[in-house]
């Protein structure tokens, strides 16, 4: 008799589908869209340029991540065993058809709820990574600055989206600079947790050309940048306590991370990986307060 496969229950299939996609990260990069909307409008956007704004920043996301991992397997079969490809809970054919669905579907709900400028930084940014997962990897920092391009450009599209010519203002520029600046150092903070995988598939990344060491002091100097420009808004805006008291608790968290990273980069990657999502959290909520409470 022939040994069958184990079935996997449907329930882990679907958890799997969820891990891939990697929603908490997908509510941040759709935030930050909805912050592209309120600075390119100058007011809050309608309930429902709100919650399609977000969900597409989710689904472009899911997708991105979802494609990543199916294209990453063998890399994630050594640095990361525990993700639902290495462990077997999602098929290889099942991951990629969810990511052709949650890039459509995106791109479906953007053409019709909002318009062609719109669609054409999501088509850009998606192109772009697929572009570098198949293409680019052996080329140093590629994949740093082609991701961080990608999902900062979730910013931009928010903008577009609503209007298709905003105002570019040093607020405009700075968030959008923000975006990039945290998008490549938690794209830098990834790679270290990759480091083994990548550097026996020779993908040129920060951590195997400088090693873990390096790559920590260029984290921690990424993370202080982005938080100090959310400081500088305190100087071209109008600032109350509440967002005051955003930096105070991020600054916090920040240090926390240092800390973390500093005694045991590599055991402490995910944990800090985690806390500075929470941290970007609080800053796009801290700035979508403060552009609303500067609106003319």
């Known amino acids: 008799m022939s040994k069958?496969?184990?079935?996997?229950?449907?329930?882990h299939t679907l958890q799997g589908l969820i891990i891939l996609g990697r929603p908490?990260?997908?509510?941040?990069?759709?935030?930050?869209?909805?912050?592209?909307?309120?600075v390119s409008l100058r007011s809050m956007p309608s309930f429902t340029q709100l919650s399609f704004g977000l969900l597409?920043?989710?689904?472009?996301?899911?997708?991105?991540?979802?494609?990543?991992?199916?294209l990453d397997i063998e890399i994630d079969k050594i640095s990361k065993s525990w993700r639902p490809l290495p462990q077997g809970t999602v098929s290889r054919q099942l991951a990629l058809l969810a990511a052709i669905i949650e890039t459509m579907l995106a791109l479906t709900l953007g053409y019709?709820?909002?318009?062609?400028?719109a669609i054409l930084v999501g088509l850009i940014a998606i192109t772009a990574a697929v572009v570098y997962s198949k293409w680019l990897k052996p080329i140093f920092l590629a994949k740093n600055?082609?991701?961080?391009f990608?999902?900062?450009?979730?910013?931009?599209?928010g903008a577009l989206s609503v209007n298709s010519a905003p105002q570019i203002?040093?607020?405009?520029?700075?968030?959008?600079?923000?975006?990039f600046v945290a998008a490549f150092i938690f794209e830098v903070?990834?790679?270290?947790?990759?480091?083994r995988g990548d550097s026996l598939h020779e993908v040129q990344t920060l951590p195997t050309r400088f090693g873990p060491i390096k790559t920590v002091k260029l984290i921690i100097l990424g993370y202080t940048m982005a938080w100090m420009i959310a400081v500088s808004f305190i100087f071209i805006m109008e600032v109350d306590l509440i967002y005051v008291l955003i930096l105070l608790l991020t600054l916090v968290l920040l240090i926390l991370v240092l800390y973390l990273l500093d005694k045991d980069p590599l055991n402490n990657i995910e944990s800090t990986r985690r806390i500075m999502t929470l941290v970007m959290g609080f800053i796009l909520l801290g700035l979508a307060r403060l552009t609303l409470l500067n609106l003319n």
């Open 4 to 11: 069958t496969e184990p079935t996997i229950p449907f329930f």
């Open 24 to 38: 908490v990260d997908g509510i941040i990069i759709g935030s930050t869209a909805v912050l592209g909307m309120i």
């Open 56 to 70: 597409c920043g989710i689904l472009v996301l899911a997708g991105m991540d979802t494609l990543n991992d199916y």
């Open 112 to 117: 019709f709820l909002f318009n062609y400028q």
């Open 145 to 148: 600055i082609i991701v961080a």
């Open 150 to 157: 990608s999902l900062s450009l979730a910013f931009l599209g």
């Open 169 to 179: 203002d040093l607020t405009f520029l700075l968030l959008q600079l923000l975006t």
């Open 189 to 195: 903070h990834k790679d270290l947790g990759d480091l």
